[in-house]
């Protein structure tokens, strides 16, 4: 893995089709800030594909949307926070969340971790690299994700789900990069800023199984964007 941790089957499983939608609405409120009109807004438009692909009703996403843009009472105030720690068999581990009430929020990840080590700010990243990371479809099929990822300027390119494919960049070339490959024709269904573990530590199947256990424990709460781990 050594990125982002993806709960398996996440989207389909029918109990978590609940906590999905809450994720995905937290990033459209987020996003909207920036603007209500996705055509003007390159992040709220990848998080409003994201919505309609996991079949959120119209309604919701609306919804979000006016409520991030402040358009409805009861703005959205949330805010980015950041835990740092390690899973079992001292896996380094990085939580984002998106929290409206950080009273809330760090109590239950202090107690998600109680078979980890929660630690404190700088504690795990420093073995982490910050990295842009754009997934996009290409424009037909026999496009070379490499030549296009030399001419966007990515650092690296690497296979997706689904046939498409991941592209890595510097924090600050991110925008740029997801324009030059938006206007060689791929389509980009994901472009946000993640963690890549330097040394991602090495499990047998029964301590890889405790670790995503513990993982799947803290991608479940609610609050929780993204979690990354050196696995």
Not at 148 to 165: H, K, L, T, Y
């Amino acid at each position: 893995m050594g990125a982002q941790w993806k709960a398996k089957g996440r989207a389909q499983a029918a109990d978590a089709k609940g906590r999905l939608f809450t994720k995905l609405a937290k990033e459209i409120m987020i996003a909207a800030k920036a603007g209500p009109d996705p055509s003007m807004n390159p992040r709220l438009r990848l998080a409003v594909e994201a919505a309609k692909k996991a079949s959120m009703t119209r309604d919701t996403l609306e919804r979000a949307i006016k409520k991030g843009a402040g358009l409805l009472d009861g703005a959205a105030t949330f805010e980015t926070v950041t835990f740092e720690g390690f899973a079992p068999h001292q896996v380094p581990v990085i939580v984002e969340c998106l929290t409206d009430n950080k009273n809330r929020t760090a109590p239950n990840i202090r107690l998600l971790f109680r078979k980890g080590q929660l630690g404190a700010s700088g504690s795990v990243s420093w073995d982490f690299l910050r990295r842009g990371a754009i997934e996009a479809t290409p424009p037909a099929a026999g496009e070379d994700p490499e030549e296009a990822a030399i001419e966007a300027g990515a650092q690296e390119v690497e296979p997706a789900e689904d046939g498409d494919s991941r592209f890595l960049t510097e924090p600050a070339d991110l925008d740029a990069v997801g324009r030059a490959l938006a206007g060689r024709g791929w389509t980009l269904s994901k472009q946000e800023l993640i963690w890549v573990a330097k040394n991602p530590v090495s499990l047998n199947d029964e301590q890889r199984a405790e670790v995503e256990a513990f993982l799947e424990a803290i991608d479940e709460d609610d609050d929780v964007r993204a979690v990354y781990v050196g696995l």
